[in-house]
């Protein structure tokens, strides 16, 4: 019978964490409630002295350890506040569901749990959001969902992968908004992947564990469906079937729960090991055939995991690594820098991992030079690697070009980057990569789609997202937000596919929300003009182009931009228009500026006297040019301090004039001609006369006057013919005055003129 032991069988990180903690804890030391799911290991422990109190009300004194599966929130306010001290031992991985649930919770989101309502670890959960949280262990708890809130899901930590597939997809069509988080951790993924495998090839599986452990009983129902000769194994009683069967096995299966020692498992498969003594394919043959391999198969570089400490002294360690002959590790190359080697801390029978280093003979002995440092080098390297990988973002250098992409190594993890995933855009050069340093995220690869699962509508598949989130309806989630890593899947050997372009490609939508905060219609903003052509600028603004029309240069007519603006100089210009979708902002420079009217209402103010030229004239005025396109009215009542009937009588264009300016309203501007014209104005056909004339047409006006009251009461004789005039009373056309101030309307004022009848009258008499 050939045994065969999964690799990840036994304690994982953050339950080995916990039992060192309690171990190496001093003094008076007890745990909140059992520190993991292993009756073998809290006897252990219990040997000890290493206490269990189910509650702080049965605490009395000494340190309190949190177990792996973490606590409630209130419990840690409670020790704090309580002043007990205490060692938090809660696993990194379940730390992280705590931190991802706090946070969420605060952001509104209902939380949802897939998990066991009682296992501890869900408790803890569901104590970091008030115990408000929905706990999700089958389909039928999927209808105690409200439809309308928005969900954050995650998964406890040793959940069943297909169970969570299943009620995941069940959610996600309940419900419309859904921030989901895989948190199901790496080990127990791995853990119930080899069982499924392994199960699939054995005649009979052992799954040693305790039953009151989540994981171990997820491992046994995992392998019973491939296997029904399945062995629930918690003590090495319970091989006692296993045994009485073992002539009907072929090949055996061994796995273990999370929270399972070694020890036991080593205890296991060495009982079963001591029944096949005289087993017939001569199993002892066969290893002796495989070590005698080994050692012509020995090389430097090369890394055995199982060697065997034989002895440890001053100089350094012998080892057995499963050839005849021995291995050394040299003191230098026991220990990592900064760590003494102490030899005592090396015992016969511990299993250490070595490197190969070379052949050398060892004071007349040939032995085989190992080194434990370099593995253990390599070890931590493997570790921040993990770390770095698991946590995000990382940085790898590139080694080379392969088919397909680059790659690089981080500690012994060999990092792909496909072309497309490099930056965003085609990539037609990978050479110029070789060297260079990368910021990357591990995605997931894409899978092989068979022909006939295409269809038509199906959108490409991106290389990888940065969180899994179901929306069926429009919800804006900020960056920082669902930028969290995706949980991928760590084997050592394998290559890790990264990609550079998912992280760019987040800056810059973050980027680009920043700016377009900032690009708002009305906003004031400084930019640098980068080129002119004959329809406007464009100018950098925050690093975007934007375009300032021509038309939006200037309050004058301009020909040209290069007329306001200078390439390489910076302006405060406003935005006017700024269209997301079409990508596109305009600017505007006159908008900033003084108007034409505005700058002339400081140069000149009501009262200022201008000279300019007639621009236009028009029947109620006409407008006189000032400077470049500011122009008044001077209106056709303040043309004269006479009527005027039309302007074009006194005006053309061209014709330069000065006035004064009256008045400002509303960007326009009245001029006055006659304010600056005498306030008695002269006229063409005014004629002057002296005060002699003046006198003497007063006394003919009244001669004339007199002869009109000479006609008698009744039987009035006929009036007279008038003399005639003598020729040098006809010669006479005008008269002047001697007085500076009459005119000829005086002179009207002094003769007398006959009326219609009385003309009539006189023509009658005279015939």
């Given at each position: ?33 059992e520190l993991i799911h292993n009756g073998y290991v809290n006897d252990k422990l219990k ?59 605060a952001m509104g989101y209902r939380i949802v749990i897939i998990g066991n309502p009682s ?524 009527y005027v009937k039309n302007p074009a009588d006194l005006y053309k264009e061209g014709d ?112």
């Amino acid at each position: 019978m050939r045994i065969f032991v999964a690799k990840n069988a036994g304690f994982c990180f953050g339950v080995r964490n916990a039992v060192e903690t309690a171990m190496n804890a001093k003094g008076k030391v007890c745990t909140l409630g059992e520190l993991i799911h292993n009756g073998y290991v809290n006897d252990k422990l219990k040997k000890k002295g290493i206490g269990i109190i189910d509650s702080l009300d049965d605490y009395t004194d000494g340190t309190v350890i949190i177990r792996s599966h973490g606590v409630p929130e209130n419990v840690e306010d409670e020790l704090r506040k309580r002043d007990i001290p205490y060692i938090d031992a809660t696993c990194p991985f379940v730390k992280k569901i705590h931190n991802l649930v706090s946070k969420y919770h605060a952001m509104g989101y209902r939380i949802v749990i897939i998990g066991n309502p009682s296992h501890p670890e869900v408790v803890g959960i569901n104590g970091r959001c008030d115990f408000s949280a929905i706990v999700i262990d089958g389909e039928e708890d999927i209808k105690l969902l409200p439809e309308d809130e928005k969900l954050c899901v995650v998964v406890q930590t040793t959940y069943s992968e297909n169970k969570y597939d299943f009620l995941l997809k069940c959610i996600e069509n309940r419900c419309k908004t859904v921030e989901k988080f895989r948190t199901i951790c790496y080990t127990t993924t791995d853990r119930q992947s080899e069982t499924e495998e392994l199960s699939k090839k054995c005649d009979a599986m052992l799954v040693i564990g305790s039953k009151s452990s989540s994981n171990t009983t997820k491992l046994f129902e995992i392998s019973t469906r491939n296997c029904p000769q399945t062995y629930f194994i918690e003590n090495i009683a319970d091989l006692k079937p296993v045994i009485a069967n073992k002539h009907n096995f072929k090949i055996l299966g061994v796995t273990a729960g999370a929270s399972t020692p070694k020890e036991l498992i080593e205890e296991v498969v060495k009982q079963m090991s001591d029944t096949q003594i005289t087993n017939k394919d001569n199993e002892f043959g066969k290893l002796f055939e495989a070590s005698e391999k080994k050692n012509t198969d020995i090389k430097a570089g090369k890394i055995f995991r199982e060697c065997t400490v034989i002895s440890a002294n001053e100089e350094g360690i012998i080892i057995n690594f499963g050839g005849k002959k021995d291995g050394f590790i040299d003191k230098a190359d026991a220990e990592l820098d900064g760590i003494e080697y102490v030899p005592a801390n090396y015992k016969a029978g511990d299993k250490i991992a070595a490197m190969v280093i070379e052949k050398h003979n060892k004071k007349g002995n040939e032995s085989i030079a190992f080194s434990k440092k370099a593995v253990d080098k390599r070890n931590q390297e493997d570790k921040e690697a993990e770390e770095a990988i698991k946590g995000g973002e990382f940085k790898v250098t590139i080694d080379r070009v392969v088919k397909g992409g680059l790659e690089g190594k981080l500690g012994s993890y060999k990092i792909f980057v496909p072309a497309s995933q490099i930056r965003i855009g085609y990539v037609t050069d990978l050479e110029k990569y070789v060297g260079k340093t990368l910021r990357l995220r591990a995605i997931e690869p894409k899978k092989a789609v068979k022909p006939e699962e295409v269809k038509e509508e199906t959108a490409a598949p991106v290389e990888g997202e940065v969180a899994e989130s179901v929306n069926t309806e429009v919800v804006e989630t900020p960056v920082e937000e669902v930028a969290q890593p995706k949980e991928i899947t760590l084997k050592r050997g394998r290559s890790i596919v990264a990609s550079q372009r998912v992280i760019l490609e987040e800056e810059k939508a973050k980027k680009e929300d920043e700016l377009w905060s900032k690009l708002t219609v009305g906003s004031v903003v400084n930019g640098k003009v980068k080129r002119l052509t004959d329809f406007g600028a464009f100018v950098s603004v925050y690093g975007f182009d934007c375009l300032a029309h021509i038309a939006d240069l200037s309050h004058y007519s301009v020909a040209h931009p290069s007329d306001v603006l200078e390439i390489g100089k910076s302006y405060d210009f406003v935005i006017l228009k700024a269209n997301r979708e079409t990508n596109r902002v305009s600017l505007g420079y006159k908008q900033l500026q003084k108007k034409p009217y505005e700058l002339a209402a400081e140069k000149y103010p009501v009262g200022s006297v201008i000279t300019g030229k007639v621009r236009s004239v028009f029947p109620y005025g006409i407008f006189v040019l000032i400077e470049r396109d500011v122009d008044g009215l001077v209106p056709v009542s303040e043309l004269s301090r006479s009527y005027v009937k039309n302007p074009a009588d006194l005006y053309k264009e061209g014709d330069e004039v000065t006035a004064q300016v009256i008045k400002f309203n509303d960007n326009k501007i009245t001029l006055s001609i006659k304010a600056l014209l005498p306030e008695e104005e002269k006229k063409v056909d005014d004629v002057e006369i002296s005060d002699e004339e003046y006198q003497e047409a007063k006394e003919k006006r009244a001669t004339r006057n007199a002869k009109k009251f000479d006609k008698p009461a009744t039987g009035a004789a006929p009036r007279k013919k008038p003399a005639k005039k003598t020729a040098e009373e006809e010669e006479t056309t005008s008269w002047q005055s001697e007085s500076s101030g009459a005119t000829l309307g005086d002179l009207f004022n002094l003769m007398s003129f006959a009326s219609k009848d009385e003309e009539s009258e006189k023509d009658g008499k005279d015939e």
